[in-house]
């Protein structure tokens, strides 16, 4: 009678278990997440690395995951993103500034589908959220150890957009520099795509052309890298780690880890307590992360990691006064710190930067 | 002697019309058939996906109205294109002319944001063809007067017209509330090209295009002008002799190929878009060359055609995303397509014939075959 007893129970506690276990996996297989990308996920850059986040949600939640790569932002767009609402996901990451108006059209039909777009300002309806990453901490690491190991004293920047992340980034870049060397030059080539591979090795080689020495960049290929191993010059890696295509000059990479913030969301939307926010991910929750230092002198290397560490604790803020505007005028005073909105909406270059920004 | 294994081709005495008209038919099986091999060889089932392809976007009504919005532009296009072409004017700037359209025609909601009312409207679709048409008119011009190459001249502006856009949007156009991003205000209800059914996106756009391929068709068909137009393309001599200004015609056909493409180009920024951004076209202008050739550069013809082309377009994301594919799969089917007609087009005017000289060896080969 025991044993029947204890056969029965640990039968419904085995059915409970299979229960609970089944409930887990129908709610993960219930739930799609749904990428869209600007370029192709094979540009080792930013849509590769957004790309790795979704296979980072798929290896963690478990849940099914679609995307599509090289939509262009656009009429396109706005039909990309309808068909993953159509399609039956529950949560759709943008991953371009230029799908800001499209997301919000799309989440506007679409009250039950949640959506999260990728440096934008816009949200329009309750289930829009922004998100966004202070690449401009690793920018500043990075124009620190230009001027440390640069040798003619000039580095080229390949810019894609005079957008304010774009530009946030340049100037960043030369308050790093400019706290080593205060005659600090810095080269801009403007190549007005995110993603065109030829454009961006011309603009690498008129860079070198005009004496730069250490190549930096915020387009999404590799090809800036694979120009400076071709002529020897430095050069950082962009979004992703690019050291496979400079394995002799990549001093370090930005690298946007967006895997716990996309494991984040979705797990939010499984449990049902996704919520509408702006946020702006840095260095100091691991979104932001420096590739490790190569190719540089070992004290500019512990320079490079006192700096991030000091970053990464919040203990440092690379726009911090005194700063002064390209064109003489006063920004910040000696210890002041830059505000949200004027790092958001930034458009003007600090001291230093040797080209006009594009008006 | 070595045998000559050359392969030539050689002009038949005349080729069968029946075959002309079939062949983007036959083309566009082979497309089916050997874009099936190509997904057997990726590992998947070539009918289904096939069927994800050509067949699901047309089951579903929301595709079906975002099929319009893509075929619309493209056969409003290329129906100006066939024109142009029909008369021997290489007018390759399509793209250019849609983009001045767009701009010409989103001047007026930038500038005069406030003005609300049904007039705007027409007032900026007017504007539109007008911004394409004097596009248009600046290789037509330059051919006459200077004897320019007008595909060099027409396709140069293209890229003007491109970096024009990228300029205006990141300046005098640029939202002052858009924190520096580039692109205009987003357009108020009024300005927005209305959607033509409650079903979906699909707007006026479309109609649009529905009413340039019937009136180019009365043109080419019905009229004088039709026929004048055909006359200098085919016999520029024999046009001459009749009266027909050769001149006068190269500045019709850019003219009116340069106001649809400014249409289509309003309609792309007023109906789907909704602002002016730095980029407004997909490369619309230059597959619509596709588009007109394809369509045997007859205005029905390139009704149906601009619909296989947007369907290229559309199944190739919707393959994409269910079958994990590449984005580039679009464009293999397209360049499949675009293969094949030609090659249907060159053998039905032409036969292919085996190293002669081989059949008579003895003779010896005096054939300049190489």
Same mark, same amino acid.
């Given at each position: 009678m025991k044993k029947l007893l204890a056969t029965f129970l640990s039968s419904v506690a085995g059915l409970g278990l299979g229960l609970l276990a089944t409930t887990i996996v129908a709610q993960a297989a219930d739930t799609k997440a749904c990428f869209v990308y600007v370029g192709p996920i094979g540009d080792f850059g930013w849509s590769y690395q957004h790309d790795q986040g979704r296979l980072a949600v798929e290896k963690e939640l478990g849940v099914e995951t679609a995307y599509q790569e090289s939509v262009p932002e656009g009429a396109d767009a706005e039909r990309a993103i309808e068909r993953f609402a159509r399609s039956g996901c529950n949560i759709i990451f943008t991953t371009s500034f230029g799908y800001m108006e499209p997301t919000n059209k799309v989440a506007k039909k679409f009250p039950d589908v949640k959506f999260e777009h990728a440096t934008g300002f816009k949200r329009e309806s309750e289930n829009v959220s922004t998100y966004s990453g202070k690449f401009y901490q690793g920018r500043y690491v990075q124009g620190k150890i230009a001027a440390m190991e640069s040798k003619t004293g000039v580095a080229g920047y390949i810019a894609s957009f005079p957008i304010p992340e774009v530009v946030r980034g340049i100037n960043s870049f030369i308050l790093g520099a400019q706290s080593v060397n205060p005659d600090f030059k810095l080269k801009v080539v403007w190549v007005n795509s995110w993603f065109d591979p030829g454009k961006e090795a011309d603009a690498a080689n008129t860079l070198v052309a005009q004496g730069a020495d250490i190549l930096t960049q915020h387009t999404d290929s590799t090809a800036a890298m694979q120009v400076a191993q071709e002529k020897g010059v430095k050069a950082f890696g962009q979004a992703s780690d690019m050291i496979n295509f400079g394995k002799d000059v990549q001093l370090t990479a930005i690298i946007d880890d967006w895997s716990p913030y996309y494991i984040e969301r979705v797990k939010a939307v499984m449990d049902g307590t996704w919520k509408q926010h702006d946020v702006w991910l840095g260095m100091d929750k691991g979104d932001v992360v420096m590739a490790p230092y190569t190719n540089m002198k070992p004290e500019t290397a512990k320079a490079a990691e006192e700096i991030e560490a000091k970053i990464k604790s919040n203990e440092f803020e690379p726009f911090t006064g005194p700063i002064t505007k390209q064109d003489g005028t006063e920004w910040l005073k000696d210890g002041e710190k830059a505000d949200v909105g004027t790092l958001l909406g930034m458009n003007f270059y600090v001291k230093g930067v040797d080209d006009q920004l594009p008006q | 002697?070595?045998?000559?294994?050359?392969?030539?081709?050689?002009?038949?005495?005349?080729?069968?019309?029946? /075959?002309?008209?079939?062949?983007? @038919?036959?083309? !566009?099986? %082979? *497309? &089916?058939? +050997? #874009?099936?091999?190509?997904?057997?060889?990726?590992?998947?089932?070539?009918?289904?996906?096939?069927?994800?392809?050509?067949?699901?976007?047309?089951?579903?009504?929301?595709?079906?109205?975002?099929?319009?919005?893509?075929?619309?532009?493209?056969?409003?296009?290329?129906?100006?294109?066939?024109?142009?072409?029909?008369?021997?004017?290489?007018?390759?700037?399509?793209?250019?002319?849609?983009?001045?359209?767009?701009?010409?025609?989103?001047?007026?909601?930038?500038? /005069?944001?406030?003005?609300?009312? @049904?007039?705007? !409207?027409? %007032? *900026? &679709?007017? +504007? #539109?063809?007008?911004?394409?048409?004097?596009?248009?008119?600046?290789?037509?011009?330059?051919?006459?007067?200077?004897?320019?190459?007008?595909?060099?001249?027409?396709?140069?502006?293209?890229?003007?017209?491109?970096?024009?856009?990228?300029?205006?949007?990141?300046?005098?156009?640029?939202?002052?509330?858009?924190?520096?991003?580039?692109?205009?205000?987003?357009?108020?209800?009024?300005?927005?090209?209305?959607?033509?059914?409650?079903?979906?996106?699909?707007?006026?756009?479309?109609?649009?295009?529905?009413?340039?391929? !019937?009136?180019?068709?009365?043109?080419?068909?019905?009229?004088?002008?039709?026929?004048?137009?055909?006359?200098?393309?085919?016999?520029?001599?024999?046009?001459?002799?009749?009266?027909?200004?050769?001149?006068?015609?190269?500045?019709?056909?850019?003219?009116?190929?340069?106001?649809?493409?400014?249409?289509?180009?309003?309609?792309?920024?007023?109906?789907?878009?909704?602002?002016?951004?730095?980029?407004?076209?997909?490369?619309?202008?230059?597959?619509?060359?596709?588009?007109?050739?394809?369509?045997?550069?007859?205005?029905?013809?390139?009704?149906?055609?601009?619909?296989?082309?947007?369907?290229?377009?559309?199944?190739?994301?919707?393959?994409?995303?269910?079958?994990?594919?590449?984005?580039?799969?679009?464009?293999?089917?397209?360049?499949?397509?675009?293969?094949?007609?030609?090659?249907?087009?060159?053998l039905i005017h032409h036969k292919i014939s085996f190293g002669h000289s081989w059949r008579f060896y003895n003779k010896g080969a005096t054939h300049g075959a190489r």
């Amino acid at each position: 009678m025991k044993k029947l007893l204890a056969t029965f129970l640990s039968s419904v506690a085995g059915l409970g278990l299979g229960l609970l276990a089944t409930t887990i996996v129908a709610q993960a297989a219930d739930t799609k997440a749904c990428f869209v990308y600007v370029g192709p996920i094979g540009d080792f850059g930013w849509s590769y690395q957004h790309d790795q986040g979704r296979l980072a949600v798929e290896k963690e939640l478990g849940v099914e995951t679609a995307y599509q790569e090289s939509v262009p932002e656009g009429a396109d767009a706005e039909r990309a993103i309808e068909r993953f609402a159509r399609s039956g996901c529950n949560i759709i990451f943008t991953t371009s500034f230029g799908y800001m108006e499209p997301t919000n059209k799309v989440a506007k039909k679409f009250p039950d589908v949640k959506f999260e777009h990728a440096t934008g300002f816009k949200r329009e309806s309750e289930n829009v959220s922004t998100y966004s990453g202070k690449f401009y901490q690793g920018r500043y690491v990075q124009g620190k150890i230009a001027a440390m190991e640069s040798k003619t004293g000039v580095a080229g920047y390949i810019a894609s957009f005079p957008i304010p992340e774009v530009v946030r980034g340049i100037n960043s870049f030369i308050l790093g520099a400019q706290s080593v060397n205060p005659d600090f030059k810095l080269k801009v080539v403007w190549v007005n795509s995110w993603f065109d591979p030829g454009k961006e090795a011309d603009a690498a080689n008129t860079l070198v052309a005009q004496g730069a020495d250490i190549l930096t960049q915020h387009t999404d290929s590799t090809a800036a890298m694979q120009v400076a191993q071709e002529k020897g010059v430095k050069a950082f890696g962009q979004a992703s780690d690019m050291i496979n295509f400079g394995k002799d000059v990549q001093l370090t990479a930005i690298i946007d880890d967006w895997s716990p913030y996309y494991i984040e969301r979705v797990k939010a939307v499984m449990d049902g307590t996704w919520k509408q926010h702006d946020v702006w991910l840095g260095m100091d929750k691991g979104d932001v992360v420096m590739a490790p230092y190569t190719n540089m002198k070992p004290e500019t290397a512990k320079a490079a990691e006192e700096i991030e560490a000091k970053i990464k604790s919040n203990e440092f803020e690379p726009f911090t006064g005194p700063i002064t505007k390209q064109d003489g005028t006063e920004w910040l005073k000696d210890g002041e710190k830059a505000d949200v909105g004027t790092l958001l909406g930034m458009n003007f270059y600090v001291k230093g930067v040797d080209d006009q920004l594009p008006q | 002697m070595q045998p000559d294994f050359s392969i030539r081709l050689e002009k038949r005495g005349s080729a069968s019309t029946l /075959f002309a008209y079939f062949s983007p @038919f036959i083309a !566009l099986g %082979l *497309m &089916l058939f +050997f #874009g099936g091999i190509l997904f057997a060889i990726m590992g998947h089932n070539p009918l289904h996906a096939l069927y994800v392809y050509f067949l699901e976007p047309l089951m579903d009504t929301w595709s079906l109205h975002e099929l319009a919005i893509k075929a619309s532009p493209l056969i409003l296009i290329a129906t100006g294109l066939c024109l142009c072409f029909r008369s021997g004017n290489w007018n390759i700037g399509a793209e250019g002319q849609l983009i001045m359209g767009g701009i010409a025609g989103a001047a007026l909601p930038v500038f /005069f944001p406030t003005y609300t009312s @049904f007039s705007i !409207l027409p %007032l *900026m &679709l007017i +504007f #539109g063809i007008l911004g394409g048409m004097a596009w248009a008119f600046i290789p037509a011009f330059l051919k006459n007067r200077f004897g320019t190459n007008e595909i060099l001249t027409s396709l140069m502006l293209v890229y003007i017209a491109g970096h024009f856009l990228d300029w205006i949007v990141r300046g005098p156009f640029r939202n002052p509330q858009g924190f520096n991003f580039p692109g205009s205000i987003s357009f108020s209800e009024w300005q927005v090209l209305p959607e033509m059914l409650s079903s979906g996106r699909m707007h006026y756009g479309m109609l649009f295009a529905i009413i340039g391929v !019937l009136v180019v068709w009365f043109l080419l068909s019905k009229t004088m002008k039709g026929f004048e137009i055909q006359v200098i393309g085919q016999a520029p001599r024999a046009g001459r002799f009749a009266g027909f200004s050769p001149k006068g015609t190269t500045i019709f056909v850019f003219l009116v190929s340069g106001a649809f493409a400014g249409l289509a180009g309003i309609a792309e920024v007023s109906g789907a878009i909704q602002q002016l951004r730095p980029s407004i076209s997909p490369g619309y202008g230059f597959i619509a060359i596709i588009v007109a050739f394809l369509g045997r550069l007859n205005p029905l013809g390139i009704f149906a055609a601009g619909i296989v082309l947007a369907l290229s377009f559309l199944g190739g994301e919707a393959v994409q995303i269910s079958l994990n594919v590449t984005d580039k799969i679009a464009n293999v089917f397209q360049g499949l397509l675009l293969f094949f007609v030609l090659a249907c087009d060159t053998l039905i005017h032409h036969k292919i014939s085996f190293g002669h000289s081989w059949r008579f060896y003895n003779k010896g080969a005096t054939h300049g075959a190489r």
